[in-house]
């Protein structure tokens, strides 16, 4: 079935360190790929997304590249602030008879 | 730009007694909304998806006797925790796709509902 692997938890970094948090996935037909961030005590928010291959998502200054060859999705960011403290979903959505979103397990980030 | 509210925020309930939460699209009509639920330092698990005008579709393992759903209307979605135990304790999430951006389509969620069932 549709999945979505992403590394285990907690990632703590130090201030302006280079963050790389890896996602890979499962799925039948061609997905659209997500990353969700969850700041302490809110909801969910879009972070970025790619609809197709080779298509890089960003925003805040992270971003991510949809490589499907390699059925990846990792999320990137060259220098981390103590804001960018939060849990990080991987997710992809694809139409199964109806859209779903299918999320990963989530990554908290901790930067000191 | 389009949100999702979601109604309560939090909510501490008896044993035994039931509970709903409500999760309404803002500035555009959904005909779908998802139900999720998280538990602690836990990803989301989908529960159901909510059609509007129909049944909703829950997923393998959610007791759809116990969790009601009613999409009434294409703004409204509600869930109902009947006979709640302390085990049904955890996060709710509504969220609701843009309509007509098909597979583009990101989600939009609910800023979520804490229920602590004592």
């Known amino acids: 079935g549709d999945s979505v692997t992403q590394m285990e938890g907690p990632v703590t970094l130090s201030e302006e360190a280079f963050l790389t948090i890896n996602c890979t996935y499962t799925?039948?037909?061609?997905?659209?790929l997500f990353w969700y961030v969850q700041y302490p005590g809110e909801g969910l928010q879009l972070l970025l997304k790619?609809?197709?291959?080779?298509d890089k998502g960003s925003n805040k200054g992270f971003e991510a590249t949809y490589r499907k060859e390699t059925t990846s999705f990792h999320l990137e960011k060259g220098s981390v602030q103590v804001s960018d403290s939060a849990v990080y979903f991987c997710?992809?959505?694809?139409?199964?008879?109806?859209?779903?979103?299918?999320f990963g397990a989530g990554t908290r980030l901790f930067v000191k | 730009g389009a949100v999702v509210s979601q109604h309560p925020s939090w909510v501490i309930c008896k044993s035994g007694t039931s509970v709903k939460i409500e999760c309404r699209s803002l500035?555009?009509?959904?005909?779908?909304m998802f139900w999720y639920r998280q538990f602690p330092k836990q990803s989301l698990m989908l529960m159901a998806t909510?059609?509007?005008?129909?049944?909703?579709?829950?997923e393998q393992g959610v007791e759809k006797d116990k969790f009601l759903i009613n999409h009434a209307s294409l703004t409204l979605s509600t869930l109902t925790v009947t006979s709640a135990h302390p085990e049904d304790s955890s996060f709710y999430i509504c969220?609701?796709?843009?309509?007509?951006?098909?597979?583009?389509?990101?989600?939009?969620f609910g800023q979520g509902t804490r229920l602590t069932v004592v």
């Open positions: 969220s609701a796709p843009v309509p007509g951006q098909g597979l583009n389509t990101e989600a939009f």
């Open positions: 799925a039948t037909g061609y997905p659209s």
């Open positions: 790619a609809t197709k291959a080779d």
């Open positions: 997710a992809l959505t694809v139409y199964t008879g109806g859209f779903k979103t299918i």
């Open positions: 500035d555009f009509q959904a005909t779908t």
């Open positions: 909510s059609n509007e005008g129909s049944k909703a579709t829950y």
